[in-house]
Each structure stands twice: as C-alpha cells, then as structure tokens.
C-alpha cells in the first residue's frame, strides 16, 4: 500500500483531474512521486521525495530537473500538491537550465 504523504497524496491527484495544463503526478515508490511534463508525458520534469520516513527528522524533498532547483523542508511547512504543481507549472514557462534556478526559486509559495 502507498504510504499516505499528508493530505497531500489526494490533493496531488485529484488536481490533475481538474486542470490539464498541470504536471502529472505519477507514485513511482511508497515514498516518491515523479512530476511528468503535461504537453510530453515521457518527459520527467522534477521528483519529490519523503527523507527519513516516520522518524522526528522526516522531511519532503524537491529536485527540479529543469533548473536544478534543490527544496528541502519539514512536512509541517511544506506547500500543498497542488502549490507544488502551480510552481512546476510555472516553471516550464522558463528557460530550461541552472541560469533560470534563481527565477524559479523566488517563485517557490510563501508557507
């Protein structure tokens, strides 16, 4: 069984169901969710990934292969699946590559 990631897990896939233009979640493992480009399905576009599950130092993970964005934060101060989506989304209009990192960075939601 898929281990539940908050109330995160549900929001990540029903919102994919409501908007088309929003990444596609897919749960590659209990613990890790690979983020697919909507208008190229094969394309891989960021992995988001559960550190340390069930222990006091759990954490979520980012990594953003298009800009090499690195997030790193606790559950408790961690965006919604769907602010997550809204800020990939987002970051498919820019210039793929390290020089767009910061650009998307600042675009990251305020918890």
């Excluded at 292969?65 to 809204?86: D, N, T």
Aim: proline share 9%; aromatic share 8%.
């Amino acid at each position: 069984m898929r281990r539940e990631w908050g109330a995160h897990a549900a929001e990540v896939e029903e919102d994919r169901c409501e908007d088309e233009n929003l990444p596609i979640a897919h749960w590659e493992t209990d613990t890790v969710v690979i983020f697919r480009d909507p208008r190229e399905p094969a394309r891989k576009i960021a992995r988001q990934s559960i550190l340390r599950p069930g222990s006091t130092g759990e954490s979520i993970s980012l990594y953003c292969y298009l800009h090499q964005c690195k997030i790193c934060k606790k559950p408790a101060s961690f965006p919604s699946g769907p602010s997550v989506q809204q800020w990939l989304k987002a970051g498919l209009d820019l210039p793929p590559g390290k020089e767009s990192k910061a650009q998307h960075m600042r675009m990251w939601p305020a918890m």
